[in-house]
């Protein structure tokens, strides 16, 4: 899809937006993201208590960015569900996967 811009845009599309914009875009929907990338992630309980008793959810992650705004966000959210719901900075994002690696080659030791 070809990124557009319109009259509410504040600025010309990032290089990464997908999403096509209309003028008549509701407010909360005057953003710039780019294209999903679908995954299906094996997710538990907060304590978890057994693997087998973990469920199977298909997650959509994406750029976003708010027209008008400075800042992308890493958006990271189930599709059919509210139980994942996480939006990260650049930075965060970067330092979060920093700590999974590390936690990630302390149990594959
Ligand atoms: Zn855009």
Do not use: F
Not at 3 to 14: E, G, H, Y
Not at 53 to 59: F, G, N, W
Not at 61 to 88: K, M, Q
């Amino acid at each position: 899809m070809e990124p557009t811009t319109s009259s509410w845009t504040d600025s010309a599309c990032p290089s990464w937006c997908a999403r096509a914009h209309r003028l008549n875009d509701h407010p909360e929907d005057r953003r710039h993201q780019g294209p999903a990338q679908l995954v299906t992630l094996s997710i538990g309980s907060t304590p978890p208590t057994d693997t087998k008793d973990a469920m199977s959810v298909d997650i959509v992650i994406h750029a976003d960015r708010p027209d008008g705004s400075a800042g992308e966000w890493l958006r990271i959210e189930s599709t059919e569900s509210t139980d994942v719901r996480l939006a990260l900075t650049a930075p965060a994002t970067r330092e979060l996967i920093r700590a999974l690696h590390i936690v990630l080659e302390q149990i594959s030791r």
